[in-house]
């Protein structure tokens, strides 16, 4: 997923509803790919480009969470934390 317009567009009016809403439609994704075709889930702890966002608390431990739901290893590029994807969750 792309979020051409991360200043002005919102999941949801709270950070916890917004959070679930993105994993769902995460986890949608995944089954609708079939997770044994998916490589990895690649994901930026804080994302840098166009300002510096962070994600809402849960999120990422969420992400984490279906990864190894369905065995699919997550990967982060860590540019902005310096921190492994495994060491934040």
Not at 47 to 54: A, I, K, N, Q, Y
Not at 57 to 75: I, S
Request: charged share 15%; hydrophobic share 40%; with cysteine.
């Amino acid at each position: 997923m792309v979020n051409p317009t991360p200043l002005t567009f919102k999941w949801a009016e709270d950070d916890s509803e917004g959070t679930a809403l993105s994993l769902a439609a995460l986890e949608e994704q995944i089954i609708g790919e079939g997770p044994e075709t998916i490589a990895a889930i690649m994901a930026e702890s804080v994302v840098g480009s166009g300002g510096v966002f962070v994600h809402p608390p849960g999120y990422m431990q969420g992400v984490r969470a279906l990864c190894d739901r369905y065995g699919t290893p997550p990967r982060n590029s860590a540019r902005n934390s310096g921190a492994q994807f495994g060491a934040i969750l």
